[in-house]
């Protein structure tokens, strides 16, 4: 609420290094990271710190060691988080971690896909080791998010495993099942007396996406044997030793990691984005977009954060336009 917690102001335009891409930006969404960020890493005394890592744009100038695009192509990506985001007018990109926009998507819509398909793709095949022909329950801990938006859509249309989402309230309840979940249980009763009274026994792969203080011990319970367990927020706390006697792993997700450290393997995420579209230019897929605010500022992000830190968000909110 705080009209200084995010401003307006003017820089100059970026200049691509030899493996970027500078992109017009024409739509942007908002996740969890974005209200972290501002709220526990403010910039320096004096100087400024740009937040937002989803895109859709234009490009606009490539680096000179830049293949996979060339001026004008539509594209689509998460960026990294040790670089300024992408609430700007230009932007930045290594050129390995963007993806080609789908076709049959408006930039809005696409805005929506970029950091939760990844975050959903890295955990499911990279974290939990699915393959297609894995099979068993997969328990996703806040279906409804943007994360599990794509997580329950792209288990249901890639493995055998049956996808089962928690959600506690009608909306949410009915978003989840018209992405593919086969069962949306709610965990207010207690997650592990959920699951329970859904008769679906041991829990193979469970995908906690939210509230990991809260939900980790049930999930520990109702794991089955040599289950597995990916996490991707920032719970205070974990006791990591209630998955011993069964001999379950625990996993972590942070889709900035390969961009961070530039790792060998970082122009995966490119693959997988461009991997995405197909799936969604076939059908497969589709945007989790639920609501553009309004365009791209100071106001309009205000109030999008809000939102996002109320917990009761659906899907995905697009800002579009300056």
């Not at 490119?270 to 059908?283: N, Y």
């Not at 309004?294 to 968000?313: C, N, Q, V, Y």
């Amino acid at each position: 609420s705080d009209p200084h917690a995010l401003i307006d102001i003017e820089l100059p335009e970026p200049v691509p290094g030899p493996h970027d891409i500078c992109v017009a930006v024409r739509a942007i969404s908002v996740n969890p990271v974005d209200t972290k960020v501002r709220q526990r890493a403010g910039s320096e005394s004096g100087e400024t710190r740009v937040l937002g890592w989803d895109v859709a744009g234009v490009v606009r100038a490539v680096g000179g060691q830049v293949t996979r695009f060339a001026v004008g192509d539509e594209v689509f990506y998460a960026g990294s988080i040790a670089r300024p985001g992408a609430n700007a007018e230009f932007h930045l990109v290594d050129a390995r971690i963007a993806g080609h926009k789908p076709r049959s998507l408006s930039f809005a819509e696409a805005a929506a896909l970029p950091l939760t398909s990844i975050t959903a793709w890295e955990l499911l095949f990279d974290r939990l080791g699915v393959d297609g022909e894995s099979e068993g329950n997969l328990l996703i801990v806040g279906g409804a998010g943007g994360v599990g938006s794509m997580l329950i859509q792209i288990a249901r249309r890639l493995t055998k495993l049956n996808v089962v989402a928690t959600a506690s309230r009608a909306p949410s309840r009915d978003w989840c099942e018209s992405l593919g979940a086969h069962a949306v249980i709610d965990y207010t009763p207690g997650l592990a007396r959920a699951v329970a009274d859904a008769g679906l026994g041991g829990i193979r792969y469970a995908a906690l996406l939210t509230g990991s203080d809260t939900h980790f011990p049930a999930v520990a319970e109702v794991l089955a044997p040599q289950g597995r367990v990916a996490i991707i927020d920032d719970p205070a706390t974990l006791d990591a030793t209630l998955l011993k006697r069964k001999s379950a792993s625990l996993h972590w997700e942070f889709m900035f990691t390969r961009a961070m450290f530039e790792t060998p393997d970082m122009a995966r995420q490119g693959e997988i984005l461009d991997t995405v579209a197909d799936l969604v230019d076939a059908g497969t897929l589709r945007t989790t977009l639920a609501e553009v605010l309004g365009p791209i500022d100071a106001k309009t992000l205000r109030a999008a954060h809000a939102r996002l830190e109320s917990g009761a968000t659906i899907g995905k909110l697009v800002l579009e336009g300056f």
